[in-house]
């Protein structure tokens, strides 16, 4: 078993930054891979960013530049780094652990809500 807890999220104004957290616990070791996924009202989940334990990253064509997503193996911990935040980066972020093929994890999500 894995468990994720994010923390982070909150309010902040439109060219805002924030950073989010995710620790994770339990079986860690096996998962190659963590991101970070959004779910904004009305819309389906989204992968925001992801990386594996080498450090390849994967972003969102709407995140470049913007987000920066990186990892502490020894904290079996990922973060996110949210510059220039807009409205329409408000939702809810949720941590994932898991591999393709695998069972995937998911914590309980944090809100980030941006206002213009």
């Known amino acids: 078993q894995v468990q994720l807890v994010e923390s982070g999220g909150g309010l902040v104004q439109a060219g805002g930054s924030l950073r989010l957290s995710c620790a994770a616990s339990?079986?860690?070791?096996?998962?190659?891979?963590m991101g970070w996924y959004r779910q904004a009202p009305g819309k389906q989940r989204e992968l925001v960013a992801a990386i594996t334990r080498g450090g390849r990253t994967n972003y969102a064509e709407s995140v470049k530049g913007r987000f920066t997503i990186s990892r502490d193996n020894v904290k079996n911990t990922v973060y996110l780094q949210m510059n220039s935040l807009k409205p329409a980066d408000t939702a809810v972020y949720y941590c994932?652990?898991?591999?393709?093929?695998?069972?995937?994890?998911w914590g309980q999500g944090t809100q980030v809500t941006v206002s213009s």
């Open positions: 994932n652990a898991g591999d393709p093929g695998t069972r995937s994890y």
């Open positions: 339990g079986v860690i070791f096996s998962i190659n891979t």
